[in-house]
């Protein structure tokens, strides 16, 4: 006797078996019927409970409901005092306790009773196919003796075959290695030749970016906060929105719509007027504005971005990073000489020209503080081991600001764009 899905013949290896192991099969089979029985009998039971249940309440319903009616019998009688929240209430009541029974009475009731009677037809055909169930017991029970003894005759193929796979796998671990040792070889030198083409790439940068900022005398990059910020800045450092999930922050961009999570915007020696305005026109309850300068070094010290116009502009992110991050990239902010109508060398040409600084900016970076109003410096006047002074200029525009009502440079070479404000 042998079913499609076992690899044995299942008499046979039962009639095999010592008395004792077939006994204890025997036994397991049984055990296994009176489990399956035992839940059958569990599933029909609770299906009559539920329904049972069901039942009660409608009984418990009408009860309460009868309680209701007397309330309201009462006070038609004056016999309790009618307010219109007790009249709301009792309502109420009277709703829930309808709804509540018309419901088991038209559903749940009904859908008590087709279960049961699904449970019913579930379990006679349960029982019609219990003998096949106490086969598939029985082959179940008599793998583990086919396995076992399926075990030793493969044992025997695998002794005999062990010692070829061992040489072989000698032979190949030694040839394995030898490539392995002249792959390891030609990583390193190939690691370590991108290693220095790297780090004299970035000495190339950092130089270059030097030069360029001590030929335009750029003074320091800005960066513009509520004053209510500045004590977490001068303890933490200046940190991107992601780096400030677990610090207490007054966020002047709920959204950051730029989506530069991981940056901190700044701009070169004057700040982005035209966001700054925006910004104390739309934030009107911020009791004073802190700009931070911070010192020229991180030009070239830090991981920057450097973005002709405001990031948040059409078209900034269909560049690559790298453009971004380019000596040309920062040339370019202060390129365009049509644009450039009689300001300094060190503004960028586009007043919203950004500089975007990974992650954070130390505290060390930071040279000093401008406020707008004489009192806003008494107020800083705590923070030990910094310069605070009143500079009203940064807080107004640029002397080119008419110009830039019509204009915002693009990333994007065409002329055509040049004149479009995003």
């Known amino acids: 006797m042998q079913t499609r899905e076992t690899p044995f013949n299942v008499q046979e290896l039962f009639d095999s078996l010592t008395p004792h192991e077939q006994n204890e099969i025997n036994r397991s089979i049984a055990e296994n019927a009176l489990r399956r029985e035992e839940a059958r009998y569990d599933r029909l039971q609770n299906a009559e409970v539920a329904r049972n249940k069901l039942v009660q309440e409608i009984d418990h319903i009408e009860y309460e409901t009868a309680e209701n009616d007397d309330w309201f019998i009462a006070a038609k009688e004056h016999r309790v005092e009618v307010t219109s929240d007790a009249l709301k209430t009792h309502r109420r009541k009277a709703e829930v306790f309808y709804s509540r029974k018309k419901a088991i009475i038209d559903r749940l009731l009904p859908e008590s009773e087709s279960n049961i009677k699904a449970v019913v037809t579930q379990i006679e055909s349960e029982e019609g196919q219990e003998s096949l169930c106490k086969m598939k017991d029985m082959e179940r029970l008599l793998l583990p003796f086919y396995e076992k003894r399926e075990h030793a005759r493969r044992q025997v193929i695998v002794a005999q075959t062990k010692e070829r796979m061992r040489q072989r796998e000698e032979e190949e671990a030694r040839r394995q290695q030898g490539y392995e040792a002249l792959l390891n070889r030609l990583r390193e030198e190939e690691f370590e030749r991108r290693k220095n083409l790297a780090e004299e790439k970035r000495k190339k940068r950092v130089e270059a970016i030097r030069e360029k ?3 335009r005398q750029i003074p320091y990059l800005v960066h513009f906060t509520p004053l209510a910020n500045v004590e ?3 303890e933490f450092g200046l940190m991107s929105r992601n780096a400030l999930n677990n610090h207490r922050y007054v966020f002047t961009d709920e959204y950051r719509s730029d989506g530069w999570l991981d940056w901190i915007s700044s701009s070169v020696s004057f700040p982005n007027y035209k966001m700054f305005y925006a910004k104390k026109n739309s934030l009107k309850d911020i ?3 802190a700009v931070l300068l911070i010192k020229r070094d991180v030009l070239w010290e830090l991981d920057c971005k450097f973005i002709l116009t405001n990031a948040a502009s059409y078209g900034i992110r269909m560049f690559q990073d ?8 920062f040339e370019e902010m202060f390129n365009h000489a049509e644009h450039r109508n009689g300001i300094p060398e060190y503004f960028t040409t586009d007043p919203q020209a950004e500089v975007m600084i990974k992650k954070e900016i130390p505290r060390s970076y930071i040279g000093m503080i401008a406020v707008e109003r004489p009192h806003d410096v008494d107020r800083l006047n705590g923070f030990a081991g910094i310069k605070v ?3 009203p200029k940064l ?10 009502r019509k204009f ?6 065409s002329d ?5 404000d995003f």
């Open 395 to 404: 807080f107004s525009w640029r002397s080119d600001f008419e110009h830039w």
């Open 213 to 215: 900022v001590e030929a």
């Open 408 to 413: 915002r440079l693009s990333p994007f070479s």
């Open 232 to 234: 977490s800045v001068l």
């Open 287 to 289: 009791d004073g504005w």
């Open 389 to 391: 002074e009143v500079v």
């Open 322 to 329: 790298e453009k971004w991050s380019s000596v040309d990239a």
């Open 416 to 420: 055509k764009m040049q004149g479009v």
